[in-house]
């Protein structure tokens, strides 16, 4: 049983219960612009935000192996195929890094992996388009990538110690993912009239679906406020989706893209764009987005035929459990 007033108050005046002055210990720490790490007390609602936006951040790097992995079979030469491959595989790490730093917070994987499984979970709503030519991988790395950077740059700046570290790593092979995806695009532009093509088509189907990766308005997110209070988020969803339309925009300038929107210009030091359509986020990240069947359908088969090697790890853990023999 906790102490029902903690020590330390002058005579006289009204102590805190216990709970609320951690609290407080807790926001001057969060002020001061210190980590928070695993063992340390911290309000259920801290705890239930970082399990939450950490294990759908873990889904969205294994779901979001899936649009490109379709494409390691089809990569237009060896080089390509190596670099999709080592892509592909980094994604693989960073949901691991992920799965690991929410498992710091007391969720298990069991628990996390069944509510990806079951549909309850959320993952990022642009996995869940289909990629439908070589340009896509162009595009994804360009502008998933370059998005995710931005908003993870914002994360490695996060409280929660675990979280903040887990990002800089990523963060670095995001990098290289990023740059590999503007090379081929880069390469399509200089290529025949049809690669051109296809890369313009690429950039019409994944811009807007990039825009909603970030977020509703900060107007209509309810989580923002509390986890910018507490520094898990140290920029809103607005203010990240505008930085990256700054800085896309002469980017495919340069590429002599156009971007699909007709609104798009330059006012008051940045670029404006059009209104974003937020009925399709919501069926989206309802379920009914183009793609959302076949993800999940993909990672219960990897699920299932896992199932042998948990399988096999739990024999060994037993085995491990048994006296040696005599
Ligand atoms: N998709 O209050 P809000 C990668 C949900 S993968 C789906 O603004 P919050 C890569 C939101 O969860 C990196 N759902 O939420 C991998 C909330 O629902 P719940 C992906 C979305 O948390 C492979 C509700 O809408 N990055 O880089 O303040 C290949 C209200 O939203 C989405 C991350 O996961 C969405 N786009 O802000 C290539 C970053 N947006 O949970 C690349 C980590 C919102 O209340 N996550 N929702 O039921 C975050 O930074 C934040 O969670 C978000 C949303 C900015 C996404």
């Known amino acids: 049983m906790m102490p029902a007033l903690a020590g330390g108050k002058a005579k006289g005046a009204s102590p805190l219960p216990v709970e609320a002055e951690r609290q407080a210990a807790f926001e001057s720490r969060i002020a001061r612009g210190e980590k928070i790490e695993p063992g340390d007390w911290m309000p259920d609602e801290y705890r239930r935000q970082l399990i939450r936006m950490i294990s759908q951040h873990a889904h969205s790097e294994i779901v979001g192996m899936l649009p490109e992995g ?4 089809r990569a237009p030469s060896l080089r390509r195929k190596l670099v999709l491959l080592a892509k592909v595989q980094d994604e693989g790490g960073h949901g691991q890094y992920l799965y690991h730093a929410a498992e710091t917070l007391g969720a298990t994987r069991e628990e996390m992996i069944e509510a990806l499984l079951s549909g309850r979970a959320k993952y990022s709503s642009i996995f869940n388009y289909p ?35 887990a990002m800089i790593r990523i963060c670095a092979e995001e990098n290289f993912h990023r740059k590999q995806g503007m090379e081929i695009i880069f390469r399509l532009t200089q290529g025949s009239p049809a690669q051109r093509a296809m890369a313009q088509d690429a950039v019409n189907r994944w811009w807007w679906p990039t825009l909603m990766m970030f977020g509703p308005h900060d107007a209509d997110s309810p989580n923002t406020p509390v986890l910018v209070r ?16 700054d800085q896309t925009v002469p980017e495919a ?9 007709p609104a798009l210009r330059f006012q ?29 359908g993909a990672r219960r088969r990897a699920h299932e035929d896992g199932a042998w090697v948990r399988a096999a790890l739990d024999g060994y853990a037993r085995r ?6 005599a």
């Open 268 to 296: 008051d030091g940045h670029w404006r764009f059009g209104p974003i359509d937020w009925d399709e986020f919501r069926r989206v990240i309802g379920g009914h987005g183009p793609c959302n069947q076949a993800r999940l």
């Open 253 to 261: 300038q340069a590429f002599g893209l156009t971007l699909p929107d």
């Open 70 to 73: 379709g494409w390691i079979t």
């Open 230 to 245: 507490w520094g898990i988020k140290t920029r809103t969803n607005d203010e990240l989706r505008q930085e990256f339309v």
């Open 320 to 325: 491990g459990a048994e006296p040696p023999p």
């Open 131 to 165: 990629a439908t030519s070589w340009a896509d991988m162009g595009v994804i790395g360009w502008f998933v990538d370059s998005a995710a950077i931005l908003n993870q740059t914002m994360l490695a700046r996060s409280s929660y110690g675990p979280y903040a570290r």
